[in-house]
């Protein structure tokens, strides 16, 4: 099994000089890795204890922008501290960069020493203590889809977003000599990881030219999440330091497939997936039908969750493979929601909607949310949808993100699950990226319109 790192191993790298940095890390509302750079010898003194930082980084966007309009920090409140406190839990080595390693911190009240309830690893820890509080665990996987292009991050930027060339130029889908070609990057991404205590399962090419998929065994909710976050960055770093870019956006290109991020999940008991019910003809137990029961009801409430910009919704298309109807399906890919191990011990659902570009924590604890609600209100799983679940025009995903954020907005039951902090401070959020939008004037635009307007 792939290890970890533990405060006495660190301590031991660092008198042996193998490691001298460590990276003191939260997570943003986008999902990122922020924080600093401490010399090891600072941390083991003392920045193990906590750190600090300025409070806009949980107020802000991809940009990391001041912005008008949250409620957590402003110009009025004088932009104070949080405190960073190392979750030391998930200390790791980063093998890719020398004598490196990084730990995730909690994001406390700088005063109070509360945790920031609006912080996204607070916000999945609250829905899986709730689901604690019933007896079950979440066994959760993320199965992360990204594109690989032959120039580097700077080239790209510096042809203005234009000359930008798939790593193949064929469909890789599963395709072993092609992705023979991408070894001197997805070796390394599955060795370091693996390396740095992250249990990767597989690499594989995905649908379309240049496009990949990383799969980590499944795992606690909040460990998959901190891995799927620590993996996204390895991805982004490996691949930059072999001189390629990169891109997780959900749909980098109007003519190609987008990328998903799709999660994968099931309660246990005692070390037991009790989804399972053998007397079942598809193996469900009564409470995993409630479960998903509660992840359909709810889905468009938390959609914003798992399709966070405007690019999101790009994403859902028909006949790409991304979903477009909310609905569920046994081992069917065009269905919202696929049931996936019928019938046996490892079954478990597949929710489809979430693009590449979600942040996990945020859709992991929006679904464990929907879950609990449908256990706790015991609701009624509709049958499975048979075919085709392109064909047809119930249950249909928000199609905007100005959709999803009145959905969410309007969520009494995200209000009650998670608090109307929550659910305020994520509704400006996707307000910010629709006022940013609405700002620019497009390349489409000029291109339809100079001429023949
Ligand atoms: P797919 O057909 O979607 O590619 P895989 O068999 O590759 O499915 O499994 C996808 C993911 O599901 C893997 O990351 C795996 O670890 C995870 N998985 C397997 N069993 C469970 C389970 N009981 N609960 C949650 N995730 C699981």
Redesign the pocket.
Known sequence: MSKALDFKGLESLVEAREIDTVLVCFVDMQGRLIGKRFHARHFLHSAWKETHCCNHLLATDLETSILEGYASTSWQSGYGDYTMKPDLATLRRVPWLEGTAMVLCDVLDHHGHEEVTISPRAILKRQVARLAELGFDA???T?LEFFLFKESFEDIDRSGFREITPISSYNEDSHIFQTTKEEHIMRPIRNHLWNAGIPV?STKGEAETGQEEL????ALAMDTADFHTFAKHAVKEIAWQQGHGVTFLAKWHQGKVGSSS?V???LWQKGK?IFFDSTDSLGMSELMKSYMAGLLHYAADYTYFMAPYINSYKRFSKGTFAPTRIIWSVDNRTAGFRL??AGTK?V?V?CRIPGSDMNPYLAMAAMLAAGIAGIEAKLQLPPPTVGDAYQGDTGMIPNSLAAARDALRDSSFLRAAMGDEVVDHYTRAAEVEIEAFDAVVTDWEIARGFERA
């Open positions: 066994m959760m996987a199965e399962e799969n980590i065994r499944y799709h994968h999940q099931s997936n996936c191990g490892t478990r597949e």
